[in-house]
């Protein structure tokens, strides 16, 4: 059984462009959860999503990012017209249902030049 | 609020000393508690967890963690550290559907 994949794992954009990081999570689970992770700093809830739902947002900026978890596929965090402040660490992790523990992705390493 | 605190950013202990990390939470409720290891560049591994019963729990690698209702406290335990668990540890509890995070404390190991 895969572990959660994110991709890619390095991604440099410039200011203003967009940078869509993907989550694929463990098979069987259907809730995914992203973070932040500041350099130094601890990890900051950003979304959490169930299949084709939105379930808790409140801390994503109201700005520029957005999340998806299609019945298909990936979940996609895209973020529009980068800023330098958006570069940091971003962790993806899935869990099969409530009251289980989450599984880490290895996190993608957004750079803002 | 609910929060989880973790006193102490960064802790340097000898191989082969023992090790506790402290790790407070604040929740009306008892949560569900874990403990989790980041290595530099890596993601989160878990390492222990607490749902209930026996409040000593034992983990991977060695580590085990002691649930204190009395004290709101889930501290991280190793009696003999090695080199290789120079790493960040992070305490998050999870109630419901959310999850809450500590700060993260840094270990660093002396040869």
Same mark, same amino acid.
């Given at each position: 059984n895969a572990g959660v994949m994110q991709n890619p794992r390095h991604l440099v954009r410039r200011r203003g462009q967009e940078a869509r990081l993907r989550c694929s999570p463990m098979k069987g689970h259907s809730h995914v959860y992203w973070y932040r992770q500041l350099p130094e700093e601890g990890l900051k809830f950003m979304v959490y999503l169930q299949k084709e739902n939105?379930?808790? &947002? +409140? %801390?994503?900026?109201? &700005? $520029?990012f957005s999340a998806e978890f299609p019945k298909e596929g990936p979940s996609i965090l895209r973020i529009q017209? @980068? @800023? $330098? %402040?958006? +570069?940091a660490a971003y962790f993806c992790a899935s869990r099969p249902g409530q009251g289980d523990e989450q599984y880490f992705g290895p996190g993608t390493r957004l750079t803002v030049t | 609020a609910q929060s989880v605190t973790q006193p102490d950013i960064h802790i340097t202990v000898s191989e082969g000393a023992s090790l506790e990390l402290r790790c407070n939470y604040s929740y009306g409720a008892t949560p569900y508690l874990f403990w989790y290891v980041q290595s530099p560049g890596q993601g989160l591994q878990l390492l222990l967890k607490y749902f209930?019963?026996?409040t000593l729990v034992q983990g991977i690698k060695g580590f085990e963690a002691e649930f204190k209702r009395s004290q709101s406290s889930f501290n991280l335990r190793k009696p003999s550290v090695h080199w290789s668990d120079a790493a960040e540890y992070f305490c998050a509890m999870n109630y419901g559907q959310n999850f809450v995070f500590g700060p993260g404390t840094r270990l660093s190991v002396l040869p």
């Open positions: 939105i379930i808790d &947002e +409140s %801390g994503m900026p109201k &700005e $520029r017209q @980068v @800023v $330098r %402040g958006d +570069s | 209930s019963g026996d």
